[in-house]
């Protein structure tokens, strides 16, 4: 074997209940190491899952005549002595607050949907921890999530997703959910997920309200063209039935081309039902380019979201959902080919900046942004308050300051790079979307490729083209210093060297910078567990600070 035969262990007290749900697989043997690491070998903090790799004396050499196969599995072990190794075991798991390890699932059964990489384990131990789902299996397809389950007694839809909404981020809860009388299996016993039937959506989609007015009839119509799926009611959610960013944009294109009429795309996140966006649409007239109301909230400090190169703001769900409930949310979005008249980021920053007067006149606010729209807030409060407007922070959220000549290289090759990718995208080129080269790249801007590939091209073309030209406005930028404090979130588990490069570059730029690190990477900042260490971060350094003297 791999390793001896036991790894880990577990103890269960006599006489003490075993705990909720899936019993952990516990610590390590007294001659063993065990580690949970990213997929760069760095080591994942508590609730952040990663691959799990043995080490210590229970490892094997390797496989017999299998040179290939044992450098795959049997890697140097950096963490222990000299020509020691670690043995890479496939299973994901996780560290719990008590120092034990959860297991998840398999590495080669984890899913992408809608730019999300889904460890289905997670979702299936959450539905097992229903009183009646006995058994629970979590696949995908066309870009849903998919959850088939052995009920052992009446449980609804509703039921289920209020269930998993408090243990799962949103991203998590699956779109549609198929019962069974028992899961299929392998020979050996395993949840054979080639052979779970395909759901019928036109059986699981719940009977909804018809619409009442004409803009209800023409809403439902158009989720239903754009979403591809039946039955959608005035009350369900464009999120619950599959919608993601780009699917967002096609459906805030069509209600332009349809009814003539146009919303931010970030109303769909305050807005999300057919009768919300509805109301949104009759009481409403063009607010292109103006500053969207995520959550109303007490009168006080207001949190402003900037977006970040994708130019929406559907990254910072988990953040407003993070947020206490009394503090109001607006946000500033760039929808693709709006503003062609942009010829610095200074330009960018002065329409926001001018949206955020008009929606916050009396502030106080809190300018922050994630990546490329940690830079925009940066500017965004410097236009403010050069207009006089009360700013009292900034959250900069894993945002790298573009200062040194090879960061504005580095940016303006990415540049080039998308914009090469539009322009192939637009002539619509077969596969264009389909070298894997291609797909790290869009990885890097939390983007699937398999989600583009859905998508006409020309929309696709629009939107990547976008994201090149404000990479050349972010390249040529040059921030300036602030007199306000500023909080610097900081992932600790960034490659290399780049969470000292991204502290480094803020230096000199704010008042009274705090430096905030929080688990995981570049794109699990907005996640749980992270988000929550954000939003925390936030409120103790920016809003009950000047809700307190106020």
């Given at each position: ?12 007290e ?5 705990p909720?749900g ?14 949970v ?26 496989y ?7 450098a795959q ?25 008590r ?19 889904i ?11 229903h ?13 849903r ?105 096609r ?27 509805a109301?949104s ?6 607010r ?7 959550r ?48 610095t ?57 573009i ?20 322009e ?22 939390g ?17 990547l ?16 210093p602030?007199p ?10 960034n ?13 000199g730029?704010c ?21 929550g ?18």
């Open positions: 074997t791999e390793t001896t035969v036991g790894c880990t262990h577990h103890r269960l006599p006489g003490v209940p075993a909720a899936p019993v952990p697989i516990g610590r390590p043997l007294w001659n063993t190491r065990v580690y690491l990213d997929g760069g070998g760095r080591p994942m903090p508590a609730g952040v899952p990663g691959e799990l790799y043995v080490g210590g004396d229970p490892v094997g050499r390797g017999l005549n299998r040179p290939s196969l044992t599995r049997f890697l140097p072990d950096p963490f222990g002595p000299p020509g020691s190794r670690l043995y890479r075991t496939g299973d994901l798991v996780r560290w719990n607050g120092g034990q390890l959860e297991y998840l699932g398999r590495a080669d059964d984890q899913l992408k949907v809608r730019g999300y990489r460890e289905p384990g997670e979702v299936e131990a959450a539905l097992a921890a009183e009646r789902i006995a058994e629970a299996a979590v696949t995908a397809r066309d870009q999530l998919l959850a088939y389950l052995v009920p052992s007694g009446a449980v609804d839809d509703d039921e289920l997703r209020a269930h998993l909404a408090d243990r799962l981020p949103r991203y998590l809860v699956p779109d549609v959910f198929v019962r069974l009388a028992a899961l299929p299996r392998t020979v050996s016993g395993k949840i054979d997920r080639r052979t779970l039937p395909a759901p019928d959506l036109v059986a699981q989609s719940r009977p909804g309200r018809a619409g009442r007015t004409p803009t209800e009839r023409a809403l439902q119509r158009l989720f239903t063209q754009v979403l591809d799926h039946p039955g959608v009611g005035l009350d369900d959610s464009f999120f619950e039935l599959g919608g993601h960013s780009l699917l967002a944009v459906l805030v294109g069509r209600i332009r081309q349809e009814l003539g009429r146009r919303i931010p795309v970030g109303t769909l996140i305050s807005r999300p039902t057919v009768a919300g966006l109301a649409l009759d009481a409403e007239t063009d292109q380019g103006a500053a969207v109301r995520l109303a909230g007490r009168p006080g400090v207001t949190v402003a979201l900037v977006h970040p190169v994708g130019g929406t703001l559907f990254c910072y769900q988990e953040l407003v959902d993070a947020l206490p409930a009394g503090i109001p949310v607006v946000g500033c979005e760039r929808l693709a080919g709006a503003h062609p008249a942009e010829r980021l200074w330009d960018v920053a002065d329409r926001h900046a001018a949206a955020l007067r008009a929606a916050v006149p009396d502030g106080p606010v809190v300018v922050a942004g994630w990546s490329v729209g940690g830079v925009l807030a940066h500017a965004v409060a410097a236009r403010l308050l050069a207009a006089g407007a009360r700013v009292t922070g900034v959250g900069l959220l894993d945002s790298l300051a200062r040194t000549g090879g960061d504005r290289e580095a940016v303006r090759r990415s540049g080039a790079r998308l914009a090469s990718l539009a192939r995208a637009h002539l619509d080129r077969p596969g264009v979307l389909s070298d894997p080269r291609i797909e790290r790249l869009l990885g890097e801007y983007l699937a490729a398999s989600v583009l590939r859905r998508a006409p091209a020309h929309e696709v073309a629009a939107m083209a976008d994201w090149a030209a404000l990479l050349e406005l972010l390249a040529a930028h040059e921030p300036v602030l306000v404090p500023a909080s610097l979130f900081v992932c600790s588990g490659p290399g060297d780049l969470p000292e490069r991204i502290t480094a570059s803020w230096s730029l008042a009274d910078l705090g430096v905030h690190p929080v688990p995981g990477n570049h794109l699990t900042i907005l996640r749980p567990p992270a988000v260490s954000v939003a925390a971060g936030l409120v103790a350094a920016h809003l009950l600070e000047v809700a307190g003297r106020e």
